[in-house]
């Protein structure tokens, strides 16, 4: 199919889309991005790309790295990891305390804040050195050696991460996290400051689009089985408390970040990342929610 | 494939599974099923048939039948449904007041109780004889003039249906039910009496693995739109709190009842129904969950 | 101390006093009432009466009615009525369903509608004819035989009952409800129906003040340790979701309700009424919780 | 009233108690106390003493010092101190961050963990040296210049405050909290590791027995509408989830502590204080609430 064509067709019919979406604004380093910015990357399995308007431009990915700390605690944990973390979606805005303390320290899913601090818990656990040691694995997925973390937007991060701490400190009190919290913190914050390019992390995201096994190095990343899992926790988890939403008019696996970014897959098919600031109430990008809308029901693409 | 051989070899492996599960006993018309059985029907889109067990043994489809009232109130409806009902899963037991009151009268889903019994409100408004034209409506989709409600099962329901009329109740208060409380309430306990086999229940909900059109009677229920939105939300709803997990291991949208049942779809491949009585502590078919996450994984036919 | 020239003060001190309040609305038969009314009567255990403004004019007592219904009931039920609800603050909004579903169906205490539902419950098991005994009672506490439910009030709050329903429902779903929903909920509206004027529900309220002894009949009409028992439950209870505000800054117990009266006791000195229609955000007599603060400054009268 | 009579009484029909309370264990120092101590000591306004038993060996006030912190945040603050914390009773287990998040950051009183960490906060900002100052002001309330803080309680708890910490970050980022986390929640430890006899603390409490003025030396400690307002929220929220269970069966002022005390004051008579390390599953002594009651019962001296 001819992605171009339809990503041309879509981002005419948006052009008169009014976005009343906020850039976010917690951190001042996310503030400073032009909310007008626009971009789309499509890569297939069979090695195709495609795209669309500020596609080569650098964006914080935010959360969206959450899926790829994931996939590397996974693999080093097994099984083991989700006596830590759940797979069930919140029901609840992404970081409240609440469910946490319901659930006595175990966070719902690895997507939500306390969930993913568990995840750099672990890696901070099994990684000789977690912030070099994760921006290698990242970078081997991207096939691209300047992938790097913004020590600027990091730094940001670090300075509001009061409710973090909080989260943090309550998961310690119910023996949940093994390291230092102070360590752990600046790993997360880490994490969430890596940019890339939509086209980088479209090819990033490729290898959970073929099953575990990144089809242009030809390295199998993951297990077949552990790439539909992966998958599966996008499907329920990956959009804070629009996962519903999202699965009801995209219908693909996907996360997204307060970057503005979102990246979705298509088993057997492709990935894709869309990229735009401004974001909705629920802090999910206005214009990437209703791109993809158009994109999946125009190409009869969900997996449903 | 030879689904057969599958589901003998499947079936062997759990021979020696030791089912600790409690088959429901809230009433006591589900609890007199013997707990030792098991079927398992599959309907692929092109007309073939598979069966084990059980197969051909009524049960209570309990809940599954929400599935049918939704697909039959969002045909009606259209998308003003969503109005009074939300996509989003519950992170929370099936039947909490809790996120009901803090969401103001508006259901998280229509599979909860209280998202059923808001569909359930909308059929007794636009049908001229809901319990009739509801069965006729199941009739047409099943292809069989003998499903029928069962008197007995409904009766048990309402005698203890407190809790259920606690939520209509509530709901009203804040102007999400128009009917009248009693009328509302006697009608869903008749929707979540139906009775069928497995073979009749996979038959039923082959629409839903065609892109909304019965491939046997070549009738378009709905359109391919509404059926992938239909399983979207089977995907992200469709357990109660265990939907999370189900994604996870079993991949694919499905509905569970508390008479022991499973149905799930895989899009443009089969409709599937799984029945044993004995739940876990969720309220799902114990060996039903570990009999679909071994088919999955066997046939590597999940949709992630 | 001359009571009369303390009220004389205070109303002049609140002349200028703007009441932002909003007379209670839910019910049509409530808006009725004169925003601007505004009525106080004190009497002493020794016999004495003071009053002010519009004291002899009939009100809606509403949710005060409670502290006699309890009354009746503790005296019936002895300390089995505590099996059945519980004597704690409620830490919620005076009508929540959240609490009393963590509870497993035990309401915090016999004030929030909830657990003046169960006390209800008591009184219909217990009493020969509900309605007529215990307006028997109340006549025989006001020591005046006039006193009468209002068919308007109830059958307008019986219009609009729905919530109460729910929790009723709730309630029975656990066990804690022995009759019949709807007769209870009757009751219940039949019991706040009554209308009384300041001076009768001072006069009322009387042996509270002096230790379960009625000082002008003297009659004991509850032990003098049921009427300290009583008298907790008002100061820790007796405000909805404003107890803790109402000790800090008037230090007695006290019971409110939405047609704007408040009467409050000093054990072993006075009961006294306020009442002014215009209600804060948590329900309470705005004017009414001004001037009981200005008139236990003024007189030093806390219990405190 | 020969009140040590009554103690003897008391004591005497409380040998057949059975206390299946536990020691708290939380931190190893608490553990190591004798569960079979206690003792009681009670000071009139007018100066005289009674005793029983272990009321001369010192035990870890704990929670108790929130009252001394509150009195002198108060002093310090005014009015100003209620923009950062309520007065209304939790309705939550006493560290709850369930109702800190709902009500952005604000606690719902002094007393609950969250609140006397604002206090700490409070007093942090305006001490010179707060922990030298504070034991300064205590020491005066006491007449005894040999009070002073455990660090073996201190350290211990310290080593085990995630917890704590996670309540202040939650607080801080709602910006809630002044200074630097570490240095308050330290604070905060040293506070609830003082160590007094319930001679000593009886002493201490009295100036809020009467009406803000110590008695012995004559010191107008705080006004008397700050000591009533002081003991209003004692009476509200003074023990935990089990105020209104204290109010209803004790009928006075009064706060606790894990530590196993107990004080009590009755505005114009006396304070006590009464201490046995046995807890019951809210947290206060079992003996002491037992003592308690049959004390105020037997001298009929509750405030209602």
Redesign the interface.
């Known amino acids: 199919m001819d992605y171009n064509k339809v990503f041309c067709e879509i981002s005419k019919s948006l052009e008169s889309y009014h976005d009343n979406g906020k850039v976010a604004s917690y951190i001042p380093e996310l503030k400073k991005v032009a909310p007008i910015k626009f971009g789309v990357h499509l890569c297939t399995v069979t090695g195709e790309n495609y795209q669309f308007g500020d596609s080569e431009e650098k964006f914080s990915i935010q959360s969206i790295c959450k899926v790829l700390s994931l996939t590397l605690a996974f693999e080093i944990e097994q099984e083991d990891l989700w006596k830590r973390v759940?797979?069930?979606?919140?029901?609840?805005p992404f970081n409240?305390?609440?469910?946490l303390?319901y659930d006595e320290g175990i966070p719902?899913?690895p997507f939500i804040n306390a969930g993913a601090i568990v995840v750099a818990d672990v890696l901070v656990s099994k990684l000789e050195n977690p912030k070099r040691d994760f921006l290698d694995f990242v970078r081997k997925l991207s096939g691209n050696n300047t992938i790097n973390y913004s020590e600027r937007i990091a730094q940001s991060e670090k300075s509001k991460g009061?409710?973090n701490?909080?989260?943090?400190?309550?998961m310690?009190?119910f023996g949940n996290i093994e390291n230092n919290?102070h360590e752990v913190i600046e790993f997360y914050f880490d994490l969430c400051s890596i940019e890339m390019t939509c086209e980088e992390l479209a090819r990033t995201f490729l290898f959970l689009a073929n099953y575990g096994k990144d089809p242009i190095s030809g390295n199998q990343i993951v297990s077949?089985?552990k790439?539909?899992?992966i998958?599966?926790?996008m499907?329920?988890?990956g959009l804070y408390?629009?996962?519903?939403?999202f699965?009801?008019?995209v219908?693909l696996?996907g996360k997204s970040g307060v970057g503005g970014g979102i990246a979705v897959v298509h088993?057997g098919k492709y990935s894709m990342v869309v990229w735009s600031p401004r974001l909705n109430k629920k802090g999910n990008s206005n214009k990437g929610m209703q791109f993809l809308e158009e994109f999946t029901?125009y190409t009869?693409s969900?997996?449903?």
Do not use: T
């Open positions: 759940g797979v069930e979606p919140s029901g609840n409240s305390l609440v469910q303390e719902r899913n009061h409710r701490a909080a989260l943090c400190n309550l310690k009190s919290i077949s089985s790439s539909k899992r998958n599966a926790v499907q329920l988890c408390d629009e996962a519903g939403e699965s009801f008019k219908g696996p088993p029901s009869e969900s997996i449903f």
